[in-house]
């Protein structure tokens, strides 16, 4: 009988089968013999070679490796290993944080700016501030898909934080004239809030700007054109219309348009453009209107043509605007400095800061403060006001009103866990997912 031919034997049964291999035999039937024991067993076997002793090896290794949920290796691949953590725009960061400050410094002076030095630096931070933050929140919206995750995200970061500091300002406005308002329309933005609106918009028109052969300049002509009829307060279409092609133009950039900014001609060109703008906002601040900054009235408002001259005018304000905000980017610093984190938080300090001046407004505040001194002092508190405001306490105690979380407002949708129905509820907290300025 040969060793392919010998019967199993049941395991169960009181007499087992052991298979002996006796070193140096070459016939497998003469080295088999049976003995009483438990299981099969080798004894002494044959030496292996090199090859097999290494796959061997590599096959134990494999073997003890943890596994994931669905049992594969827990290795990673070469996909898995090619990722990275997306890593912040430094650059993006540090301009960010100055735009933020930019604005509350020239709100701060505002009511000081009939005095010459300050209506010339009013004048010239609203040459530029707001569309450079525009271009860069466009710039920064290029992933919005409109999905419903997205969408859900946008209405919690910019709509609801919308409605509840338009809240606090008209119960502001009625105690500080004593009642009501005629009209208490949440399509009216007070003061500040026009660019919550304005970004709400522009967000939800970017998978269309995304097909456009042309968008930039598509947006240029509907800003020009649009802009010569009456445009009303309502949703600040005013605002909307004029500051889309900024919008655009960030949404149509990329980060290798960035790196040309790095070049020496560029930022030598850049500093001549900002000494050639103040040298300009001099004489304009006492000619020109503000509304031509502003960005908020039709031209039909102006006291001339609304065609020929205010379209050539409204293209030259674009092209001081976009010159500047270049120029500003290429003066920036690409490295990490002491303020580059606080770029992550100019959504708390653009909502707060209008509830602090406010107040000021209000008080004898700039009563007193006037001048030189009043321009001063003006100034360090728009800067103080714009680092309190990135304080962690302070983000803290703002933080029910500027990133309401989604549970008391949204409900759960299509039998999915909350998590999974809101997915991120703080967008802009985390420091290290960078999104849009405001």
């Known amino acids: 009988m040969s060793v392919d031919e010998i019967p199993s034997v049941s395991p169960t049964r009181a007499t087992r089968h052991r298979i002996r291999v006796h070193p140096g035999s070459t016939d497998r039937r003469s080295s088999v013999r049976h003995v009483r024991s438990g299981t099969p067993e080798v004894e002494n076997p044959p030496p292996r070679d090199p090859e097999s002793l290494v796959a061997s090896s590599m096959t134990r290794m494999e073997s003890l490796r943890p596994k994931d949920e669905r049992g594969a290796s827990a290795r990673p691949g070469p996909s898995q290993a090619s990722k990275k953590t997306p890593v912040r725009d430094s650059r993006l960061d540090n301009a960010k944080f100055i735009l933020i400050a930019l604005v509350v410094i020239g709100h701060a002076i505002e009511p000081v700016s009939d005095y010459g030095p300050a209506s010339a630096l009013y004048y010239w931070i609203y040459f530029f501030h707001m569309p450079a933050f525009i271009m860069i929140s466009g710039y920064l919206s290029r992933s919005f898909d409109a999905s419903s995750t997205r969408v859900e995200k946008l209405v919690l970061t910019v709509a609801v934080p919308y409605l509840i500091f338009w809240t606090i300002h008209q119960g502001f406005y009625a105690i500080e004239r004593g009642g009501l308002p005629d009209s208490l329309s949440i399509l009216k933005p007070t003061w500040t809030l026009w660019f919550l609106v304005a970004l709400f918009l522009w967000r939800l028109s970017v998978p269309l700007w995304k097909r456009l052969r042309w968008p930039v300049a598509t947006a240029v002509i509907i800003s020009l054109f649009a802009a010569t009829t009456d445009l009303s307060s309502t949703l600040s279409m005013g605002r909307v219309v004029s500051l889309l092609p900024f919008f655009v133009l960030g949404l149509s950039l990329r980060r290798e348009h960035f790196d040309h900014l790095d070049r020496l001609w560029v930022r030598v060109s850049a500093v001549l453009v900002l000494a050639a703008t103040t040298l300009l906002a001099l004489p304009i601040s006492g000619d020109f209107s503000r509304e031509w900054v502003f960005w908020r ?84 508190l728009g800067i103080a006001l714009t680092l309190l405001l990135c304080t962690p306490w302070v983000r803290k105690c703002m933080r029910w009103a500027v990133e309401p979380r989604p549970t008391w407002l949204l409900g759960q949708g299509d039998g999915e866990p909350d998590e999974k129905a809101t997915g991120s509820t703080r967008a802009g907290t985390d420091p290290k997912s960078q999104k849009a300025p405001v």
């Not at 010159?323 to 938080?345: D, E, N, Q």
């Not at 653009?350 to 009043?374: C, E, I, N, Q, R």
């Open 297 to 380: 009235d039709s031209l039909i408002d102006r006291d001339i043509d609304p065609l020929m001259p205010s379209v050539g005018i409204r293209l030259l304000f674009m092209g001081i605007a976009l010159a500047m905000t270049f120029a500003v980017l290429a003066l920036t610093p690409k490295r990490r400095t002491w303020f580059t984190s606080l770029g992550a938080y100019t959504l708390f300090v653009y909502l707060g800061h209008s509830v602090v001046l406010l107040v000021f407004k209000a008080s004898p505040w700039y009563d007193v403060l006037t001048g030189a001194s009043g321009l001063a002092v003006n100034v360090a």
